[in-house]
């Protein structure tokens, strides 16, 4: 494939988040950061239990918050969780992957995973509200089928045709894939595509992938920053481009774009995973999480 689009890393920082011991004492994933008409950075996050899942340590698999940044670097929690699980019991086990949508009206929907009392079953749930603080949980958004199991980490955009397109992770033989749906809304009803890219043999993504924020500044080629890993699930995050409503990929990276520093240990968490991207001044600035505890911004550009 010819390439028509490549990538640099510019610089890296780590992000500092300040807030009350749920979160403080918490490890920190699913960074979702998006500009404010304020000129603020807003940011919703999931707060993970460090205590061990399979003994009953850990109380749930984790909870959503919402920060506030004056320069996308340094954020400030602000209130209570804005999702929490329960009381019903698609999410009882935990709240996860905050995909937060703000309409032209200022309303929000906001798709998250939820997991049941088992902690081994997830949905794509759904809620909305006029402000963060005030969202009321609206259910399943996308149902699990006998072929895609665990739908979850929704990616979402509208094209210049106007239609919605749904990127998800899904669970099938063994391995995480993306599936793609197209909705005339932006709560669907959903019509599930044929996989818009697949795991690629002896590469660094040839058995895991999960979805990550899309680059939509060139409406005629979006980009996603994927997340792509091995059997043995060490994650990285790559990059695919296609054309303008999502029928074709048109470009995809060969080696991933951004890899975990060296562990010190080998058995160590190996991951590197995409959330949001927001584009300044001509640059993308990509939030990740590593090894599923700590957050970053990644400054990256066109080349």
């Known amino acids: 494939m010819p390439r028509v689009v490549d990538f640099n890393v510019e610089q890296i920082d780590a992000i500092g988040i300040s807030g009350p011991p749920d979160v403080a004492q918490r490890d920190l994933m699913s960074p979702y950061v998006w500009l404010r008409p304020d000129g603020r950075y807003s940011m919703l996050l999931r707060a993970v239990p460090r205590g061990d899942y399979d003994h009953g340590a850990a109380t749930d698999t984790g909870t959503i918050w919402h920060a506030v940044s004056p320069d996308g670097l340094r954020f400030t929690i602000e209130g209570d969780a804005v999702l929490v699980p329960g009381p019903g019991p698609d999410d009882i086990g935990g709240c996860e992957d905050p995909t937060p949508i703000v309409e032209p009206d200022g309303n929000l929907v906001v798709y998250y995973t939820g997991v049941d009392a088992t902690r081994a079953h997830a949905e794509l749930l759904y809620a909305v509200g006029p402000s963060l603080d005030r969202l009321r949980k609206r259910g399943i958004a ?3 089928s006998d072929s895609e199991g665990n739908i979850k980490e929704a990616t979402i955009d509208r094209t210049k045709a106007g239609k919605w397109r749904m990127f ?4 099938h033989a063994e391995a995480s894939l993306v599936g793609l749906a197209i909705g005339t809304t932006i709560a669907g009803p959903w019509d ?14 040839s058995w895991h ?6 680059l939509t ?7 996603m920053f994927y ?5 043995d699930a060490r994650w990285r995050i790559g990059w695919v481009a296609f054309d303008a409503e999502y029928t074709r990929v048109v ?7 951004i890899i975990p520093p060296p562990a010190l240990e080998r058995t160590a968490t190996d991951i590197a995973f995409a959330a949001s991207v927001v584009v300044i001044d001509g640059a993308a600035w990509l939030y990740y999480s590593l090894a599923d505890a700590k957050l970053y911004r990644a400054i990256i550009r066109r080349s």
């Open 217 to 223: 500044d060139d409406k005629d080629m979006p980009v």
């Open 209 to 214: 992938l999960s979805t990550g924020p899309l």
């Open 192 to 205: 599930h595509q044929v996989q818009p890219f697949a795991p690629r043999p002896d590469n660094w993504d």
């Open 168 to 171: 998800y992770e899904y669970a």
């Open 142 to 144: 996308m149902l699990n």
């Open 251 to 257: 470009d995809r990276c060969i080696e991933p774009l």
């Open 227 to 231: 997340n792509g890993a091995t059997r």
